[in-house]
Every structure is written in structure tokens, then in C-alpha cells.
């Protein structure tokens, strides 16, 4: 199987916040958790063929992006018609309309032709996902709020994205091919 790219953005946290998120998602997102730690995904699933376009649409991007500071304070199960899961994530509230833009502009120009426009961008931090989306995705959504606030997190947890990680994901695993801070202001 040939790699398929992805842009992510891996959150600096404070370090309590980064090891509740990785514990959620040891616990949520075995799967996963193990392979990438958290992260917001900002292009999906490019062709290999796409690497050097994606290099430097990446680089020009990051050149006029400041950093984008974060607090991901709601808790979001989402049924995933298509393949029958579920998944738990964490939405930005400060921020979203920032990673919004982030990802329009990663996709003009060479890699427009990538973006599919009948799926609406909507920024999150994955931490859990199940086999089925079944009554109980909400319920364990509810005990991961509730785990966020007795961790101290009661108005969410802040953070910024301080660069864009372009990795390839093959055979099972994720490896880091570019990461470049974000440069404006």
C-alpha cells in the first residue's frame, strides 16, 4: 500500500494537559494512540505523488501563518455514517476559525484539487473511537468531560499549534517527513 499523506499540527500543551490527552487517548484510541500523539489533522490522505506540492504549499503557508493559539473545551461524539464508528473529540473553541483558515489556504492553489468539498473542515482533536455508534459513544463523552474538569480543565485546555508536521501513514505506521514552525507576526 502506498503511503498517503497527512498536515498535522501537534498541540505544545502544558504538560498535565498533554498527558491527560495521551492517557484519553491510550484508554478511547488505542489504535492510534500509539502510532501519532495528539494532533490536529488539517489535510487528509494526499497521494504520495503529492509530497513535493504539499512541501511547499506547507512552506509558504507557515511563512505567513503566526501560530494559533487554542482552548478545546467541547467534548463531541460524531457518527461516522460511512464506515459505522463513532469517534470522541475535542472541538476547538478559541482558535476554530484560525485552523479554519489554516486549512482553506493549505488547499489552494496545487492542492485544490485534493480537498473534498462535499466534507465541511471542522477542526478537532480526536480522542476516542469505537466500533459503533451506538447510545453509549455519549455516555462515554460525558465521563471524558468530566474527567477534563477534575483535571483542572473546567474552561477547557489551552494550547497553541506552533508548527505544520507533514507525515506518511503506511503498513501501520505514521512517520514524520517535514515539520515547519509557523513564522508571521
Same mark, same amino acid.
Given at each position: 500500500?502506498?503511503?498517503?499523506?497527512?498536515?498535522?499540527?501537534?498541540?505544545?500543551?502544558?504538560?498535565? !494537559?498533554?498527558?491527560?490527552?495521551?492517557?484519553?487517548?491510550?484508554?478511547?484510541?488505542?489504535?492510534?494512540?500509539?502510532?501519532?500523539?495528539?494532533?490536529?489533522?488539517?489535510?487528509? *490522505?494526499?497521494?504520495?505523488?503529492?509530497?513535493? +506540492?504539499?512541501?511547499?504549499?506547507?512552506?509558504?503557508? *507557515?511563512?505567513?501563518?503566526?501560530?494559533?493559539?487554542?482552548?478545546?473545551?467541547?467534548?463531541?461524539?460524531?457518527? !461516522? +455514517? +460511512?464506515?459505522?464508528?463513532?469517534?470522541?473529540?475535542?472541538?476547538?473553541?478559541?482558535?476554530?476559525?484560525?485552523?479554519? !483558515?489554516?486549512?482553506?489556504?493549505?488547499?489552494?492553489?496545487?492542492?485544490?484539487?485534493?480537498?473534498?468539498? *462535499? &466534507?465541511?473542515?471542522?477542526?478537532?482533536?480526536?480522542?476516542?473511537?469505537?466500533?459503533?455508534?451506538?447510545?453509549?459513544?455519549? /455516555?462515554?463523552?460525558?465521563? &471524558?468531560?468530566?474527567?477534563?474538569?477534575?483535571?483542572?480543565?473546567?474552561?477547557?485546555?489551552? /494550547?497553541?499549534?506552533?508548527?505544520?508536521?507533514?507525515?506518511?501513514?503506511?503498513?501501520?505506521?505514521?512517520?514524520?517527513?517535514?515539520?515547519? /514552525?509557523?513564522?508571521?507576526?
Amino acid at each position: 500500500m502506498s503511503p498517503r499523506l497527512y498536515v498535522v499540527g501537534f498541540p505544545e500543551l502544558a504538560p498535565a !494537559d498533554a498527558q491527560l490527552l495521551q492517557q484519553l487517548r491510550v484508554r478511547y484510541y488505542p489504535t492510534q494512540a500509539d502510532r501519532i500523539g495528539p494532533h490536529v489533522t488539517f489535510a487528509f *490522505a494526499l497521494p504520495p505523488e503529492a509530497e513535493d +506540492a504539499l512541501a511547499a504549499q506547507v512552506d509558504a503557508v *507557515a511563512a505567513t501563518t503566526a501560530p494559533i493559539a487554542f482552548t478545546l473545551r467541547k467534548v463531541t461524539p460524531i457518527a !461516522d +455514517a +460511512a464506515s459505522g464508528r463513532a469517534y470522541i473529540t475535542l472541538v476547538p473553541h478559541r482558535g476554530h476559525l484560525a485552523m479554519i !483558515d489554516l486549512h482553506r489556504r493549505l488547499h489552494d492553489g496545487p492542492l485544490e484539487r485534493y480537498r473534498e468539498p *462535499a &466534507i465541511r473542515f471542522e477542526p478537532h482533536l480526536t480522542v476516542g473511537m469505537f466500533e459503533s455508534a451506538d447510545e453509549s459513544v455519549a /455516555g462515554i463523552a460525558d465521563r &471524558i468531560a468530566a474527567e477534563i474538569r477534575d483535571a483542572g480543565a473546567a474552561e477547557g485546555i489551552a /494550547g497553541r499549534i506552533a508548527a505544520l508536521t507533514i507525515v506518511a501513514e503506511a503498513a501501520g505506521a505514521v512517520t514524520e517527513r517535514r515539520h515547519v /514552525g509557523l513564522r508571521a507576526g
